[in-house]
């Protein structure tokens, strides 16, 4: 990459942050997708200010060559488009080279989810998985807030102490893009939420005591971040599902998110009321689960409806 590839994507980067108020791991994603098409320009003896749609279109037949999978190459496209866009606005160039470059079609695969009764043994597994009572404690209320809210991991371990305070029947969540969205709690994980925060009151109250400087997070943690970091929370619940009986595999945060979205609509719940709670701008994003629901019920049909087994 030259150094005026380099300076390009600063420039856009910091525009994105500023204007757009982009999340830092949006701001990475983009960083990573331009320095690999800078690379491949530098590589064709080219650089941005001479960049043509040919070149452009070279790239994506380079990606597909290397059997990177449609939804990767669409958004590597994206942040090209984007770049460029921003470019021709900034009048570095006088026209869009990407303006009209089709991307490929994204096949949009339907989510993994776990079944109730996954649910519940990873429930009453986190109760009992960890060193110590603090940390089984700890453990429950993870998993209980974040199957009855839906929470994106990062919302869930960066709360702030203060969120769980008062009437715990809400939760307020600060999602993407800074939006504030109140989400409700069931009575586990009420109680979940009340027993951890009793011993984590207790835990920080013993550190001031020491001269240790207060933490402002629910879930705190010495690291740089303050709390529990996602990659922690991602480990731990792999733990928690090997001891649940349950695989590891099919295990992740976000997945229990799916979880509680298609357990809702399942029940009855109204489609934008989980658009709501799951903090969606679009509620074409959560008829996915809708289409979850339909697989479900057709795999239901198929393997136990009295002509079906027959045949």
Excluded at 195 to 221: I, T, V, Y
Aim: include cysteine.
């Amino acid at each position: 990459m030259t150094a005026a590839s380099d300076r390009w994507i600063s420039a856009f980067l910091e525009a994105q942050s500023a204007e757009l108020d982009a999340a830092r791991n949006t701001l990475l994603a983009y960083g990573r997708d331009l320095k690999d098409f800078a690379d491949f320009v530098a590589t064709a003896k080219r650089d941005f200010e001479s960049v043509d749609r040919d070149l452009i279109e070279g790239y994506m037949v380079s990606l597909d060559a290397l059997g990177l999978a449609a939804s990767t190459r669409a958004r590597r496209l994206s942040a090209v488009k984007q770049l460029f866009r921003f470019a021709f606005e900034e009048g570095w160039r006088r026209d869009n080279p990407a303006l009209r470059i089709k991307g490929p079609s994204k096949t949009k695969s339907l989510p993994k989810t776990l079944s109730e009764t996954e649910v519940e043994a990873l429930l009453t597994a986190a109760a009992t998985h960890g060193r110590t009572p603090e940390d089984r404690l700890r453990n429950a209320c993870l998993m209980e807030v974040l199957y009855a809210t839906g929470m994106r991991v990062s919302e869930l371990v960066s709360l702030p102490a203060n969120a769980a305070r008062g009437d715990t029947r809400m939760l307020l969540v600060l999602g993407k893009g800074g939006k504030e969205r109140m989400v409700p709690l069931s009575a586990p994980a009420r109680a979940a939420l009340a027993d951890w925060l009793a011993c984590r009151d207790e835990a920080e109250e013993a550190a001031r005591a020491k001269g240790a400087k207060p933490s402002r997070f629910l879930f705190p943690s010495p690291g740089a971040e303050g709390h529990l970091t996602r990659q922690r929370f991602h480990g731990l619940i792999k733990e928690i599902a090997a001891a649940a009986g349950v695989s590891p595999a099919k295990v992740t945060p976000h997945r229990l998110r799916h979880a509680f979205a298609t357990h809702l609509l399942a029940n009855g719940a109204d489609l934008r009321a989980i658009q709501t709670l799951l903090g969606h701008a679009d509620i074409s994003t959560t008829e996915i689960y809708t289409h979850v629901l339909d697989e479900r019920l057709k795999d239901l049909v198929l393997t136990h409806h009295p002509l079906a087994t027959k045949r």
